[in-house]
Structure formats: C-alpha cells, structure tokens
C-alpha cells in the first residue's frame, strides 16, 4: 500500500524559512500531478500548490511568490521551499495527489507541522 509521508515542517520565526519535503513510499510520482495542502486549526483543509507532471506549477494567491514547488524524480520526492513565512502560513502541511471530482489518488499522510511565530 502506498503512504505518503510528509517531512520537514518546525517552528520559525516570521520571515524565515522550511523545506518541507513528501515521498510517496512504494509507488512513484513521475507520472502524477503532485499538491501540497494545509490545514490551520479549526480550518478545512486548503490548497497551497501543485506541480504537474509537465506543464507549470500553480500556487494558491497567499503564497504566491513566496512558495516554490520541486519535484525531484531521482530522489522520487516533491519539496515544497517556503520562504518569508508568515503566522498565517501555520498550520498542518500534507501532499496528495488531486484527481478529477475533488478525490485524491492516496490516503492522506500524517503531515507535517508548521508553525510560524510572529
């Protein structure tokens, strides 16, 4: 069975930065549009950024310049670099893979946390 396995996540101060990074154990994402998601206490889940397999990486608009999603197929990792963090950026940050319909190819990992002091 495929599990995702999100990493990276720790406290930071406003205007620093994390690398969070999320393999995908027994299965490969060369072939899959990969996204990162967050979930701030009490919010539903959201969408952060997605990197498609080919084509351009999007991002939600409050990261937007600040985010940058990488793929690295050798390593079979999706890193997400986050930088100029912000409290509001806190939150629990997992990866998934988006099909049609609003589903998701795997169950959700665990995640991981981040949490941005002011």
């Known amino acids: 069975q495929v599990q995702l396995v999100e990493s990276g996540g720790g406290l930071v101060q406003a205007g620093g930065s994390l690398r969070l990074s999320c393999a995908a154990s027994g299965s490969t994402f060369s072939s899959n549009n990969i996204a990162w998601y967050r979930q701030a206490p009490g919010n539903q889940r959201e969408f952060v950024a997605i990197i498609p397999n080919g084509g351009h990486s999007a991002y939600a608009d409050s990261v937007k310049g600040r985010f940058i999603i990488s793929r690295d197929s050798a390593k079979n990792t999706v890193s997400l670099q986050m930088n100029s963090l912000k409290p509001e950026d806190t939150g629990v940050y997992y990866c998934?893979?988006?099909?049609?319909?609003?589903?998701?190819?795997?169950?959700w990992g665990q995640g991981t946390q981040v949490t941005v002091s002011s």
């Open positions: 998934n893979v988006p099909i049609s319909g609003g589903r998701f190819a795997l169950s």
